[in-house]
């Protein structure tokens, strides 16, 4: 059970490219969601599905695309990469989700983005 | 809008130690409220989950308690071991905040042997 796997676990970028995170959890959850971690910033919530088709957006979507085709994967797409998105993201899911994730999340790992 | 605060941002104890960790939020109508430890370089492991309808929730020697009146909820950790350093987040879901979780930057502790 490899619970939510995040790939690459580092990347780092030139400023205008383009990239995407993968994210796959194989719990059958129908919530997933990425975040990014900053110094002084906490965890922000960046886009989130409800299911499959699903797809909303949370705190700090600009910059950055989501789509949620199958019930496992959720990638996180940088359209046009900036200094200001080298950050920590983090996928999560969970077995419930809003309004009231009566379920607690599964982070993974992290992926470490640095945009020069 | 929803501000989750912890305080002290970090602490250092002797193994052995109980210690409780705090957590703050402004706005009291809230669903549920989520424990959290992070490694460093890993994701969150969820601890501990209490919904508004409970008063705490217990998982071996951890302990968390929530009051939604006063804006507090506590993580109160018993014979405490090196194993326990970690950063120790909170995260609380607001009735008024839709969708998200509002974390807290999280409680550095640190064991010491």
């Known amino acids: 059970n490899a619970g939510v796997t995040q790939t690459p676990k580092f990347q780092v970028l030139k400023t205008g490219q383009s990239m995407t995170l993968q994210c796959a959890q194989d719990m059958n959850h129908e919530y997933m969601s990425w975040y990014r971690q900053d110094p002084g910033m906490g965890l922000r919530l960046i886009h989130y599905?409800?299911?499959?088709?699903?797809?909303d957006q949370g705190e700090v979507p600009n910059g950055y695309n989501v789509s949620r085709s199958t019930t496992e994967d959720f990638p996180l797409r940088l359209l046009s990469a900036a200094p200001s998105q080298t950050s920590v993201y983090f996928c999560a899911s969970s077995y419930t989700g809003p309004p009231l994730f009566r379920s607690p999340l599964h982070f993974g790992n992290g992926t470490r983005l640095t945009v020069t | 809008k929803q501000e989750v605060t912890q305080i002290p941002a970090a602490l250092s104890v002797p193994e052995g130690e109980n210690l409780v960790l705090n957590c703050s939020f402004t706005d009291s109508a809230i669903y549920n409220l989520q424990w959290f430890r992070q490694d460093p370089g890993k994701g969150l492991t969820s601890l501990l989950l209490i919904q508004s309808s409970q008063r705490e929730q217990t998982s071996g020697r951890l302990n968390a308690s929530l009051d939604k009146s006063s804006g507090r909820s506590t993580l109160y950790i018993a014979a405490s071991q090196p194993g326990d350093s970690a950063t120790y987040l909170c995260a609380a879901l607001g009735e008024t905040s839709g969708s998200r979780l509002t974390f807290g930057e999280g409680t550095q502790l640190t064991v010491n042997p």
């Open positions: 599905s409800v299911g499959a088709g699903i797809t």
